[in-house]
């Protein structure tokens, strides 16, 4: 089991930036992908970003490509998500999850490990 926690959300003015970290616990998530995902109010599931697990493939959603950087310190166990520019419209509860299959999949149904999620609030 993996134990994925978030943290690094909280209330940011438009035009501004956080940084959003997933720490892996238990079991260690080296071989395993790693993805962002954010829900809104009212809306599904939304994928913003993954990584392999050597870092070495990214691939992003066209909503946040140029805005938001994930990265990864295996050292660390832990997944970063930089976002900046940051929109009243990326107001929403923040996930990481993990795929132990390693592959770059943007449904949610591919991840087998979830977070509880941080919540981002975007003023204007």
């Known amino acids: 089991q993996v134990q994925l926690v978030e943290s690094g959300g909280g209330l940011v003015q438009a035009g501004g930036s956080l940084r959003l970290s997933c720490a892996a616990s238990g079991r260690t998530f080296n071989y395993y992908s790693t993805a962002w995902f954010r829900q809104a109010p009212g809306k599904e599931r939304e994928f913003l970003a993954v990584?392999?697990?050597?870092?070495?493939?990214?691939n992003y959603a066209d909503s946040v490509k140029g805005r938001f950087t994930i990265s990864r310190d295996n050292a660390k166990n832990t997944v970063y998500l930089q976002m900046s520019s940051l929109k009243r419209e990326d107001t929403a509860v923040y996930y990481c999850?993990?795929?132990?299959?390693?592959?770059?999949?943007?449904?949610?149904?591919?991840?087998?490990?979830w977070g509880q999620g941080t919540q981002v609030t975007v003023s204007s």
């Open positions: 999850a993990a795929d132990s299959l390693n592959r770059l999949m943007m449904s949610p149904y591919a991840y087998d490990f």
């Open positions: 990584i392999t697990w050597t870092g070495g493939s990214i």
